[in-house]
């Protein structure tokens, strides 16, 4: 089973993308990371990353299915954070799992405003030592400033501060909502309000894979 999660900033497909994969045993492939991981080698992606924009669709696709050919090459059993977020990368992706006899089963997409992205994301720190995340309003650490899973520094991504935030929410509208609509035309889109508690919207998810693949059969 291939799983695509997808979602604005703050949305929390992260948390959700890690219970998916926990729950149904899948390889977590987290465009972010991934992202962060070149940012840390190339300046210019640095650049592109800490301003709160994409890296240009052809090039991160490019770099996406490197990966997965290293990392994962059988291409079976992904779930995917936060990649494809274009039609173009879809189509490839779809494509290139396809050489292997599998597609995408489904793609989860989790609506949040600009407003509750902002909210959310202006109290995310994350641990500069292990990379730990907290957020200062509903899982903050249990010492100010202080990572409670090795003791590290806590900082906020330059991309979470609020200027990056917005451009970063104008870019997932102007390029991902496109995907999401055109997903939705050919009926292979689970929406999910991810204004809810975590453990609310897990079940929801849930349900609503059971009965996609009910309908599949």
């Known amino acids: 089973m291939n ?26 492939f987290q465009t972010g990371e991934l992202s962060r991981s070149l940012a840390k080698k ?5 650049k592109i990353v800490d301003s709160g924009k994409l890296i240009p669709e052809e090039e991160m696709t490019m770099y996406a299915l490197d990966y997965l050919k290293e990392n994962k090459p059988d291409l079976k059993n992904i779930l995917f954070e ?10 490839a992706l779809e ?14 997409s989790l609506d949040i405003s600009e407003r509750e992205a902002v909210r959310r994301l202006s109290a995310r720190r994350i641990c500069e030592n292990c990379g730990e995340i907290y957020n200062l ?9 202080k990572c409670g899973n090795c003791g590290g520094k806590l900082v906020q991504r330059a991309d979470d501060k609020p200027e990056s935030i917005k451009v970063r929410f104008s870019y997932y509208k102007d390029n991902t909502e496109k ?10 889109l689970i929406r999910i309000d ?22 599949k059969h």
């Open 82 to 91: 936060g990649f494809p977020r274009f039609i173009s990368q879809y189509e």
């Open 42 to 46: 190339d300046p210019r992606i640095k």
């Open 95 to 108: 494509k290139f799992l396809e050489l292997k006899g599998d597609g995408i089963d489904a793609v989860i």
């Open 179 to 188: 995907l999401i609509d055109y997903l939705d035309r050919k009926k292979k």
């Open 194 to 215: 991810g204004e809810r508690p975590i453990e609310v919207i897990f079940k929801d998810i849930l349900q609503k894979l059971k009965v996609k693949d009910a309908r």
């Open 3 to 28: 799983i695509v999660v997808l979602g604005a900033p703050a949305s929390g497909k992260g948390t959700q993308a890690q219970l998916l994969s926990e729950k149904f045993k899948l390889f977590h």
């Open 137 to 145: 309003i509903t899982t903050p650490p249990p010492e100010e400033g």
